[in-house]
């Protein structure tokens, strides 16, 4: 543990920066690989959605290989990890932008949210393979000519547009989030989620609103107020009843 490796690799086009990690773990290269692309034509996103990666936005992904005791350790331990990196992302974000609307959304997405505007900031994937994890981050920095839909109930935020300074380069972004990463991630093998519980709440656009939570298909499958992140990252929802479910995937949407 410590340092991690990056060994930073920059390409112009790619089809996605998660395949190219999805075959850095094939070929069984180390932990530390980080894919970064200036436009990406097969970009994705979680739930088998697109993610559209005009030049302009921040494309990277990180291969990561924690180590875990058993099976059982890795299934509990594992959903945390999207969390974790997205309070990474969300620190990133607040060293470029003093800006309170700037918000987590469980499980890791960052949002700019205010009474009007549901702003997509940053989509983070994370894909358990063998042995191996990808991670995959998809920043908007600066607004594309050509006006992006992002489809669901949000429209798109860019960094470029909250930030209280210019931002001169992507590699000042690229440096801070790697730091960032690496910080949360070294406290997180060893101590899991529960160092940034307090963080996490104080910082998500969720805590205490009513939400629910659909299906892929866009089915309720859960209604009430979010009333925790449990030691796992799950989330705690108090139905009407009374009963708190708790809830490891899903999309939330303010009831
Ligand atoms: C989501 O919000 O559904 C997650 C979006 C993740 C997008 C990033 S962009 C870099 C990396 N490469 C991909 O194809 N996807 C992730």
């Keep these: 543990m410590g340092e991690i490796p990056f060994q930073i ?6 089809d996605s920066t998660n395949n190219k990690i999805k075959q850095a773990i094939e070929q069984g290269e180390n932990e530390g690989v980080v894919v970064v692309a200036q436009r990406q034509e097969g970009g994705y996103g979680r739930q088998g959605r697109s993610w559209k990666s005009p030049v302009g936005g921040l494309y990277l992904s990180i291969l990561l290989r924690p180590q875990f005791a058993s099976l059982a350790e890795k299934a509990q331990r594992l959903p945390s990890l999207g969390l974790v990196i997205s309070i990474a992302v969300w620190r990133t974000i607040k060293h470029f932008s003093c800006d309170e609307a700037v918000k987590i959304k469980w499980p890791n997405d960052i949002v700019y949210t205010t009474d009007e505007i549901l702003g997509k900031l940053v989509g983070i994937s994370v894909e358990a393979l063998a042995e191996a994890v990808c991670v995959g981050i998809g920043l908007n920095v600066f607004r594309p000519s050509e006006a992006i839909e992002a489809g669901d109930k949000y429209t798109l ?11 001169e380069k992507m590699e000042d972004i690229i440096s801070v989030l790697l730091h960032e990463v690496e910080c949360v991630y070294n406290k997180w093998l060893t101590e899991g989620f529960s160092p940034f519980r307090d963080e996490y709440q104080a910082n998500t656009s969720l805590f205490g609103r009513s939400v629910q939570v659909l299906t892929i298909a866009g089915d309720v499958m859960y209604e009430g107020v979010v009333c925790d992140f449990d030691e796992a990252g799950l989330l705690c929802l108090k139905e009407k009843t009374g009963t708190i479910v708790r809830v490891n995937s899903g999309e939330v949407h303010l009831a």
Aim: aromatic fraction near 12%.
């Design 9 to 14: 690799r920059l390409f112009e086009t790619v």
């Design 157 to 167: 935020t860019y960094l470029e547009d909250i930030s209280d300074k210019p931002i």
